[in-house]
């Protein structure tokens, strides 16, 4: 509360009469540096989605459905009430603006943390009010972090199949297509790419902070100089990269004059926006590198699967282990526990680090989607559903796997829903569907075996995957509440469904999946999935009658790929375990 009473009297000395707050950063990053963190300093909410607004004498801020129990909590006492985006009766953030603010007032926003979308959109649907960029936020915040300098790193051609120069020629291609002669790149797994190189600057998020333009000239790359060694100056030099201050970035975009310029608006802030449009011809459209990276190449599909063996071993390992000290009244609390995952993760001979913080829960903390353990946390036990979603960075790309555990004996219903949950996965993993399919028409086959029981998950059923990038990449989504593009072969992508018992549990299982070609006929191409994840279910969580004969047939399949897979790099205990998770069902 004390925060958001500095901030607006902040607002009434730049005679501000709404200020918007929303998460991220100057390069529309969904998991910003700490230095960006502004919602969380003003609300105290921790999540990764949200967009805080402060009026004169109210105060909200917006989350969706896989935060709505965290954020609950964590926003007592800031003076902001939760504003649960992507309930029916409930207006987004930006639209909640657009039909409260009264003609003639000002709308105060930090420059580069809006986006140009957002901008435009109020912009455009009142056009009686006042748009000032100005940044209330950072005299506020004492002890403010400073801009991450973590170093960077070349990502070989092995890992990649094409250099940046190759790469160059393809955007270039695609710029033409759209009769646009520069880009302007502000997206930073965007750039990664681009580049084949990657940082540390944000945690799981192998990037590194930086701008970049390209023409038919230049390749500019706009990063902290301070980064640079000697081999990523002779690297700069073979790939015909410029090599600019990062913060030069504004002055020289400000000198774009008569430019066919081609950028995202969804991926671009509003300062860069306000600083291009008048003397350019504006051409907006995703950024062709997200079509591009999105499209897994097959050395890179060869190379991530390799390492979701791996990876499955060291999970196998962790469950194996869990399961014993659990089961021998050992005291092991969710934050222990995701720390000796990782631990077994670092054995892996590539591994960089996690790709997102684990979420480690049991009991009813699964219920909340993100929920992030603590020191102080729950003792794992032997009465409710441990829930532990994580993944992993390794030079051979990126992982993501949720898997429900009980360690006990299940009651009915929480067998009931488990088995809901794995028929909701099996039945999407096994579709196949027809080319120009869009994720939101596949994420109905996903929810209809848990809707048959009237209930429901707040979140989308998945999300595209980067290679050694961000765990959450686009543009394709499986949910429903997006305009998303078709699914095409390449596109990697998680399927996880869940059902989510406020105070009693969690459930969630996910595996990520490729796009692949399944087939063409008359009626036209045909797509389906190719498992990348080979981890067990928890066996004794399944209630088989649940299961159609050809459900069981699928998970009979999967388990004794999983078992083939894994078993040769596990010791006697946990082979003996993956055994009994893998046994097969009877398929009569």
């Not at 901008?119 to 209330?136: G, Y």
């Not at 160059?168 to 002669?181: F, G, P, T």
């Not at 990876?311 to 000796?340: P, R």
């Not at 909701?424 to 086959?445: M, Y």
């Amino acid at each position: 509360m004390e925060v958001l009473k500095k901030l607006r009297n902040k607002m009434q000395e730049n005679k501000i009469d709404i200020y918007l707050v929303p998460t991220g950063d100057p390069h529309g990053s969904e998991y910003p540096p700490d230095a960006y963190k502004y919602r969380t300093f003003l609300t105290g909410f921790t999540g990764s989605a949200g967009v805080a607004v402060a009026f004169k004498d109210e105060a909200y801020c917006w989350t969706d459905g896989r935060y709505y129990i965290q954020a609950g909590k964590q926003l007592e006492g800031s003076g902001f009430a939760l504003q649960k985006d992507g309930q029916p009766e409930i207006l987004s953030p930006y639209d909640y603006v657009i039909k409260m603010a009264k003609e003639g007032d000002t709308v105060g926003f930090h420059g580069e943390l809006l986006m140009m979308k957002d901008l435009q959109k109020l912009e455009s649907q009142r056009p009686d009010l006042n748009f000032k960029a100005v940044d209330l936020m950072t005299d506020l915040w004492e002890n403010r972090p400073g801009l991450p300098q973590e170093p960077m790193f070349i990502l070989k051609n092995a890992y990649t199949k094409f250099s940046t120069l190759e790469k160059r020629d393809q955007v270039m291609e695609e710029l033409k297509k759209h009769e646009a002669d520069t880009l302007v790149l502000s997206s930073l797994d965007d750039i990664a790419w681009f580049t084949n190189l990657r940082g540390r600057d944000i945690p799981n998020n192998p990037v590194f902070l930086s701008f970049l333009t390209l023409d038919k000239k230049h390749l500019v790359l706009y990063i902290d100089l301070k980064k640079i060694d000697q081999e990523i100056v002779e690297y700069f030099e073979q790939q015909k990269i410029v090599v600019k201050e990062y913060h030069d970035f504004y002055q020289d975009i400000k000198k774009l004059k008569g430019k066919k310029i081609l950028l995202d608006p969804s991926k671009t802030n509003a300062l860069v926006y306000k600083n291009i449009k008048e003397k350019n011809q504006l051409i907006e459209a995703i950024n062709p590198t997200t079509m591009l990276k999105a499209v897994k190449n097959k050395v890179e599909l060869n190379n991530v699967k390799a390492a979701y063996v791996d990876d499955g071993v060291a999970l196998v390992k962790y469950f194996s282990w869990l399961n014993q000290e659990v089961l021998a009244g050992k005291t092991i609390t969710e934050f222990e526990a995701q720390n000796k995952l990782i631990s077994f993760r670092k054995n892996i001979v590539d591994y960089i680090e996690d790709s997102f913080t684990p979420i480690s829960a049991y009991g009813s903390n699964g219920a909340m989607m993100h929920y992030s353990a603590q020191k102080e946390s729950a003792v794992i036990g032997k009465d409710s559903f441990y829930l532990i979603d994580s993944g992993g960075q390794y030079l051979r790309g990126t992982t993501d796997i949720t898997r429900t555990l009980h360690f006990g004996q299940p009651t009915e219903e929480e067998k009931r829903d488990y088995t809901l949950v794995l028929k909701s996965h099996i039945g999407l993993a096994n579709t196949i569907f027809l080319e120009g399919t869009k994720g939101s028409q596949l994420d109905a086959i996903a929810r209809r075996p848990i809707w048959q029981y009237h209930m429901d998950y707040k979140c989308g059923t998945g999300h595209g995957v980067g290679y050694l990038l961000n765990v959450h990449e686009g543009p394709h989504r499986i949910s429903r509440w997006t305009e998303d593009c078709p699914l095409e072969e390449g596109y990697i992508v998680t399927i996880e469904p869940g059902i989510y018992k406020e105070d009693m549990y969690g459930i969630r299982l996910e595996n990520d999946v490729a796009v692949k070609l399944d087939g063409t006929a008359p009626d036209g191409t045909f797509y389906s999935f190719d498992m990348l994840s080979y981890i067990p279910f928890d066996r004794k969580c399944i209630n088989p009658d649940l299961l159609t004969r050809e459900e069981r047939q699928w998970l009979n399949r999967y388990n004794e790929q999983v078992y083939d897979l894994l078993a040769p790099n596990l010791n006697k205990e946990e082979e003996a375990y993956l055994s009994i998770q893998t046994e097969p069902f009877s398929e009569k």
